[in-house]
């Protein structure tokens, strides 16, 4: 089973979220509050650099050797008596977590957060076999009572205002009609999921890391609902994709380094939990390695290291086209920059719109803690896209009409003079009309009063285009 969002057009998609102009906003300032966040802790940390540096090679040499590395971690976790389970895609790895819980009649789950079970489309598969999931995490249970998708990998209820959530709790956990204290829906969102985490018979979690050289998984949160979704039932489920290796133990802190202070500019997440094993000798667990197009990814020189992502989210924070549009305007499991790279690997015809939801800005790039060039891989994707066909004949057009206009100097500098003169002398009205919805929230520069080649013909006399010695200093 994959996932069952619908395919569209990302600027259709996003229409809907971009013309509310107040909730864009507040969605673009609540994001660009945590990217703020995000960067006083990494100017805080003098080896910032470093680190990335270092997390990005990891991660290279990893992705370069994943074959052996996989095997010794099976190897391993096997060791510690872990059963270790192979998927090669989403339907696998649902048809495995179903078996696991019908062996052991299994009618109540508890998850916590795992963005592979929502790229496997695993809730929809168990609750459609009579299987009762409950999300732990607060963000993705509110957002499972409403009947939604995350918005964001890690804040997924970051589109909802408070007064949204205490609607939906006191339509589905009781609370007072109006209620909206942050403090009072937390108290009674706790009350709720503590008679679920009592009641779930198998808890399934997500891994952040898995070591090879130990056999062990790191689990991350900031509420410790993964540590009490596994601590009372007897059999924990751990769904990773098989890009989540690192080789040796001391290379975790790396990682853990830099995750929380890249993902909500937080010194380190409140939960950093190691699993080595079953808990005792009563207990299971049971380990599901999947594949689901990462190796096919691999296999691609251009993209591997999209490979290298660890989920912090950074790159939705700082992007200028997500905190606008949106997270559920990418109709992916994972949106932003690193969405667009991925959806596209896994998809091209479903998500050729989404290397296009990008501006180049290379924001994403700059703040990527394992240095995933995404802004050249978006412009890379544009070119396969193109190459496939799968660009609509307009936009191939008018990529071609430009390609035109740059290669004829005169005629560049004639369309520049015309563009000058028409801006200075029409009427504003002719570009901000309401027809025209780009110009919306966007305003046009003043017209120089000259191009730059006559500024520089100007300012730069013939003779004087090699930098002098004095201009260097």
Sequence with gaps: MTSTLPIVDHPSAAREFVTNEPR?????????????????????????????????????????KLPEYLQQF???????????????????????VLDLLRRNDTLRIVKSKSMLTEECGLNEYLIDNGIEVVDTDLGERIVQLRGETPSHIVLPAIHIKKEEVGDTFHKYLGTRAGES???????????????????????????????????????CTNEGNADLGVSLPRIHIACMGIE????????????????????????????TSHF???RDENSELHIVLVDNGRSKIRDSKTFRESLNCIRCGACMNT???????????????????????????????????????????????????????????????????????LVAWNKRMAMKA????????????AAGYLGRVSLKVLPKSLTHNPFNTWAKDRDLPEPPKESFHEWYAKNRPSGSETISKEERS
Excluded: M
């Excluded at 660009?32 to 910032?48: G, H, L």
């Excluded at 706790?190 to 689990?219: P, Q």
């Excluded at 989540?244 to 939960?271: E, M, N």
């Design 402 to 413: 430009a390609s035109f206009l740059f290669c004829n100097p005169t005629l560049f500098a």
């Design 74 to 96: 099976e190897a391993n976790a096997t060791r510690l008596g872990a059963v270790v389970h192979w998927a090669a895609d989403a339907e696998e790895h649902n048809r495995i």
């Design 181 to 219: 204290d942050p403090q009072v829906l937390t108290e009674a969102a706790r009350g709720h999921l503590r008679g679920k985490f009592l009641s779930g018979e198998v808890g399934i979690t997500g891994v952040n890391f898995a070591i090879a050289d130990t056999g062990g998984l790191v689990v």
């Design 244 to 271: 989540k290796l690192v080789p040796r133990f001391q290379d975790l802190s790396v990682f853990t380094r830099l995750l929380a202070r890249s993902a909500t500019g937080q010194p380190i997440t409140s939960y």
């Design 319 to 389: 992007c200028p086209v997500y905190r606008r549009s949106g997270g559920h305007s990418y109709r992916a499991t994972v949106p932003g920059p690193i969405g667009s790279v991925l959806g596209p690997a896994k998809n091209a015809k479903a998500h050729k719109s989404l290397p296009f939801a990008c501006s180049l800005c290379g924001s994403c790039t700059d703040v990527c803690p394992v240095k995933i060039p995404l802004h050249h891989q978006l412009l890379a994707w544009r070119k396969v896209l193109v190459g496939k066909r």
């Design 276 to 278: 080595h094993g079953p």
């Design 24 to 64: 864009s906003h507040w969605h673009d300032d609540s994001l660009w509050f945590v990217r703020s966040k995000r960067d006083k802790q990494a100017q805080s940390i003098p080896e910032w650099e470093y680190l990335r540096e270092q997390a990005s090679t990891i991660k290279n040499h990893t992705i370069a």
